[in-house]
């Protein structure tokens, strides 16, 4: 994957500013799309885009595919008369939890199910509505019919994961499934219907985006959530026992940023199942994202040549094993079916020369962190005078504090290299980053917004290694003035990242 030298930003649409609980696509991600294009921006990255459960991480979703109803503007549904303005009232955010403030997710949670319910009720009452409707539910049955089910026999059974559901659902026994969708037909199709607003909402925003000269970059998770529609539907593709638990999970050894390493708690893949179906589940799943953005960062791409594998019984990541991962096997299947592959590798962490070889012979960039440069006293690859040109320079992702929030808690010993490296001051600190990172020989440069915005560790979207009480920060929409687009333009064409043209 080549791209012109250039810039982005990182930010979730869920931290959008706006009226309603939680950033939508709707005008507000608009709005920053125009904020993008004035800014010389050419780069939108987001986070996954599939429906949040349990510790509201995008990285574990129910669904490898599904869309967050979250995210559905409510405002068109008022257009059309499938909700009235008066019930958009409890879903408009309050003076705690508004524009500048952070999402309440346990009132989100049951509002926007309380919005999709009685959307759903008039929309059933409408025959001239249902043509696109049902053409969605054909052309995405692959996944939808299984994602609906699913969700709706989760909220039956009060949310309890899939493995405590009864026997017959759990192992999906084909005459109760057919029973529960006839009993629950309600529940599945109001389900499908809230995926077919997303689709069609995220859909209209990218083509807005593209008109504007604004390209997307999505993010997709290695592996799965074991609570989800994916290991349920499909058991033969992870490795799971006899009762359908797993005999080992995904995770990561100590390194930067946890001193006991990081048990994420996903099932790890069956891969020579994978292999034996030709990677059929995995070309679905990339071709399904293409469809959504224009490029994909894959989270962990080191797990495509070895993963860690945490026996299920551990508490934590430390004893662990490398376990080899499918290679170039499974990269030759996906450009047989999809062709050229627009992958950024994040290939963070303990890196070998094995994965650097993997990435470097399928073209993908990687990706350098500027923040970590200064930790250490030596030079090492994140010093920006190090950084290949076939690589993505980021001052910090969403696992990292803010530019002002690493400087306030950095070692003095870091702090100074930082200044002394990059001729920088605390005052104007995350300007700082942000133009040592614009000034790096890397094709494209990104950075999180709260950085523009020079925002400290109360903005920080994600800690590492954390269960709860993150993904929350919300941005204040007032900070999208002209002065800061024109501030990014200038230094965008100081360092010849401008996106050009109207």
């Known amino acids: 994957m080549n791209i012109p030298r250039s810039c982005g930003v990182l930010l979730h649409p869920l931290s959008l500013g706006g009226p309603w609980l939680c950033g939508t696509l709707g005008k507000e991600a608009r709005a920053f799309v125009d904020f993008c294009a004035e800014a010389g921006i050419g780069w939108w990255q987001v986070l996954p885009l599939g429906p949040t459960a349990y510790g509201d991480s995008p990285y574990q979703s129910p669904s490898a595919f599904a869309g967050n109803p979250y995210l559905i503007d409510p405002q068109p549904l008022v257009e059309c008369g499938l909700l009235t303005s ?4 409890s879903y408009r955010a309050d003076a705690s939890t508004g524009a500048s403030g952070s999402i309440d997710y346990g009132r989100l949670f049951v509002m926007n199910r309380v919005l999709m319910d009685r959307a759903w009720r008039r929309f059933k009452t409408r025959p001239q509505l249902q043509t696109e409707f049902e053409l969605f539910c054909s052309t995405h049955a692959a996944w939808l019919d299984d994602y609906a089910l699913f969700a709706a026999i989760k909220e039956t059974e009060g949310y309890q994961a899939w493995n405590e559901w009864p026997s017959a659902l759990r192992r999906k026994d084909r005459g109760a499934l057919v029973r529960f969708a006839q009993e629950h037909a309600d529940s599945v199709g109001r389900i499908k219907f809230s995926q077919f607003l997303f689709f069609s ?30 290991v349920w539907a499909h058991p033969e593709l992870f490795r799971l026992d006899a009762e359908g638990r797993p005999t080992h999970v995904a995770g990561v050894p100590p390194d930067y940023f946890t001193a006991t390493g990081q048990r994420w708690g996903n099932p790890l893949y069956n891969w020579p199942v994978h292999k034996k179906q030709g990677y059929a589940w995995w070309i679905e799943r990339v071709r399904h994202a293409l469809q959504l953005v224009d490029a994909i960062r894959i989270d962990h791409f080191r797990g495509f040549e070895a993963y860690w594998a945490v026996p299920v019984e551990e508490p934590t990541a430390e004893h662990g094993r490398w376990e080899k991962g499918p290679g170039y096997s499974f990269f030759k299947a996906l450009k047989e079916a999809l062709g050229e592959l627009p992958i950024i590798a994040e290939d963070l962490g303990f890196i070998t020369p094995e994965v650097t070889k993997l990435r470097d012979d399928l073209g993908f960039p990687g990706m350098r962190i500027v923040q970590f440069a200064f930790e250490s006293e030596e030079d090492n690859p994140d010093y920006p005078h190090n950084y290949p040109r076939h690589s993505v320079a980021y001052t910090g992702t969403h696992d990292n504090d803010t530019a002002a929030g690493w400087f306030s808690h950095a070692s003095e010993s870091a702090k100074r290299r930082a200044l002394a490296y990059m001729r920088a001051s605390a005052k104007t600190f995350s300007w700082d980053l942000i133009r040592t990172a614009w000034a790096s020989p890397a094709m494209l440069a990104v950075a999180p917004m709260q950085d523009f915005l020079g925002l400290g560790s109360e903005a920080r979207m994600n800690f590492p290694g954390t269960a ?10 007032e900070g999208l003035t002209g002065a800061l687009g024109r501030k990014i333009r200038r230094l965008s064409r100081v360092y010849f990242r401008e996106k050009r043209g109207g």
């Open 201 to 230: 909402q995220w859909h209209a925003l990218r083509e807005y985006a593209h008109a504007q000269r604004v390209k997307i970059i999505g993010d997709m998770p290695i592996f799965a959530a074991y609570d989800s529609a994916d």
């Open 468 to 477: 709860a009480g993150w993904w929350r920060w919300r941005m204040n929409p």
């Open 86 to 89: 008066k019930e958009l009232d």
